[in-house]
């Protein structure tokens, strides 16, 4: 490997031949973009209100509806998109006040979902003899993204991003109290029923581009790792869409590299390079915020980094 | 019942009459009426579970009452009324809601509006004036999640204060602060009913850290409600009526404790009851 530089070395080793010109590519690409976008600002209200945990059941349990589709020959999407509705429903329905029952009832929902799932999977494979189901329903796969599911996926992408915009205040107000939105006269149950519902939509999306069972590591990562940084909701939402979206380009990236490496033949896939790319993140700034908690505030808490030395009255 | 009654020739920014809730199969509250005067500052007074919340909710049109009246600015009650402030008990900010001090006053304006902010420099002189009122600038640009609670506090009166309401509604602000901070809120709040007109309903358990700011006493026990001044309400036989049990009122060192159980006998050891004042 004779290299021009280091840069040269650097470009042909992270660029393979034919990346640029590749059709599966630009549609990944494309995908995978809007994905991250609406993943990264829903994902901002996902992690202030504390629904990860709902968000990663709806994600899961989208497993039952990309199954089902294959059985019927649709794309996964639309299965995706259906569960999720319904099931973000129903999570509403089940009391927004008692947040451990409802947590109950949704590990026991999903567990039941979960195995109806693996029989369809069983069935996909089987009557279908669609063996690629199963990695691509659990794990993603980006590069085989085709027909309707391109342009549904896009316009599903902007009506997310939309409805972000509509419920921004009220959704900013009641995530941080129930009493004072409802008192300022927000709608408080309905904001939150459409935040479940969009957070339906959001990881039927992730799962199009990584897979069901990581559908949430695109929508809570790149937003926990934006709100270590950023003081401010748009800038959190701007920064999550901005680094979800680097994920999922590093991710096609090095997929389509990977063609050449061990074991030779379909490449290693995207959802491992998105994930890991997203972890990375999440340490980075983890170990950015740390440091920076190190060094005084200024207008700080004095009070909070006093030892136990400091007197009292 | 009610002592004293409001200034001739105004409507009162708050009125409540005959409100009984039930909850659960129980009277929360029961036949509760009184009312707030422009620029009154009020104490709603009472223990824990005395329905202050419950009481609180059907002012803001969140709980409709059994019975009873709720009248804001003389006019019928009207659900989600503008002209009502409103600072709820425990807040609970999660450390990392990337929120600073000044966005929370800027969501008092039209955080209950759907779509994006429009951001104007009326607007942030709005806000800059608020916090300046609230004496919140030096935090302003800090997240709420590293606000001390009494910083919190005072930028959650912004947010209230800022639509321009008649009538400001805190539940329990003291709870959890320190001294300092409490005699700063207080401050505060009574600046706010002084000057700006703004009547402040506030509830707490313990009526002393209000006494030099308090106009009126609304006491709440048994789902029953005494107001009037400090002197008419807090007295021996208005308490234990109240209570339906023998209650004494003691003054030591210009504070006020509400003792329960009958009056102390003579030279039984137990040291003398002040006189109650007034």
């Not at chain 1, 947590?103 to 690629?132: C, E, I, N, P, R």
């Not at chain 1, 999922?248 to 050449?260: E, F, H, P, Q, R």
Request: glycine share 14%; aromatic share 6%; net charge positive.
């Amino acid at each position: 490997m004779t290299a021009t530089g280091p840069w040269g070395l650097v470009g042909s080793m992270l660029v393979a031949p034919g990346f640029f010109q590749s059709q599966p590519v630009h549609t990944a690409v494309l995908v995978g973009t809007v994905v991250s976008l609406v993943s990264g600002c829903v994902g901002v209200f996902t992690v202030i209100r504390g629904q990860a945990f709902a968000g990663e059941a709806l994600s899961d349990m989208g497993t039952l509806g990309g199954s089902g589709s294959y059985l019927v020959g649709v794309s996964p999407l639309w299965g995706y998109v259906g569960v999720g509705l319904v099931v973000a429903g129903c999570m509403d329905l089940f009391g927004v006040e008692r947040r451990r029952g409802r947590d109950v009832a949704t590990g026991v929902v999903l567990g039941a979902m979960l195995g109806l799932s693996a029989l369809f999977l069983y069935w996909d494979s089987t009557y279908h003899a669609a063996s690629g189901a199963t990695i691509t329903i659990l794990f993603g796969s980006l590069f085989i993204v085709s027909g309707i599911t391109i342009p549904a996926t896009v316009v599903l992408g902007v009506v997310g991003l939309a409805t972000v915009a509509v419920l921004y205040r009220p959704l900013l107000l009641s995530s941080l109290s129930t009493d004072l939105a409802a008192a300022r006269g927000v709608p408080v149950r309905r904001v939150g029923l459409a935040f479940l519902l969009l957070m339906g939509v959001s990881v039927s999306l992730s799962s199009v581009a990584v897979g069901t069972i990581l559908g949430t590591a695109l929508l809570i990562g790149p937003a926990a790792t934006a709100l270590k940084v950023a003081r401010r909701p748009g800038t959190a939402m701007a920064m999550a869409a901005a680094l979800g979206t680097a994920a999922t380009w590093i991710g096609i990236l090095l997929s389509y590299d990977s063609v050449d490496w061990p074991p030779h033949g379909r490449g290693w896939p995207v959802s491992f390079f998105v994930v890991t790319a997203v972890f990375v993140f999440y340490l980075l700034a983890d170990l950015w915020s740390r440091r920076r908690a190190v060094a005084p505030h200024p207008g700080g808490r004095v009070r909070a980094v006093a030892g136990p030395a400091s007197g009292t009255g | 019942m009610t002592y004293g009654g409001q200034p001739p020739g105004e409507d009162p920014v708050l009125s409540l009459a005959g409100v009984t809730v039930w909850l659960g199969g129980r009277p929360v509250l029961d036949d509760v009426g009184f009312t707030v005067g422009r620029g009154q500052f009020v104490g709603l007074i009472g223990s824990n579970g005395a329905g202050k919340t419950t009481l609180f909710r059907v002012v803001l049109g969140l709980l409709a009452p059994q019975a009873g009246v709720v009248r804001l600015g003389g006019r019928p009650w009207a659900r989600r009324s503008r002209s009502v402030g409103y600072v709820p008990q425990k807040v609970a900010v999660d450390p990392d809601i990337p929120l600073r001090a000044r966005d929370l006053v800027a969501l008092g304006i039209d955080g209950q509006r759907f779509g994006f902010p429009l951001r104007g420099a009326a607007r942030r002189r709005a806000v800059d004036d608020m916090l300046g009122a609230v004496d919140a600038e030096r935090f302003a640009d800090t997240r709420l999640g590293q606000l001390s609670g009494g910083e919190l506090q005072r930028v959650l009166i912004g947010h209230a204060l800022i639509s321009g309401p008649r009538l400001l509604i805190l539940d329990e602000p003291l709870a959890n602060l320190d001294l300092r901070s409490e005699q700063e809120v207080v401050e505060l709040l009574g600046r706010v009913a002084r000057e700006s007109g703004v009547a402040v309903l506030l509830s707490a358990h313990d009526m002393n850290p209000l006494l030099p700011v308090m106009d009126r006493v609304v006491y709440l026990a048994n789902g029953h409600a005494v107001s009037g001044t400090t002197e008419e309400v807090i007295r021996p036989e208005v308490l234990s009526d109240l209570y339906g049990h023998p209650v004494d009122v003691l003054h030591v060192h210009g504070r006020i404790i509400v003792v329960a159980g009958p009056t102390p006998v003579p030279g039984s050891g137990t040291p003398p009851p002040a006189s109650a004042g007034g």
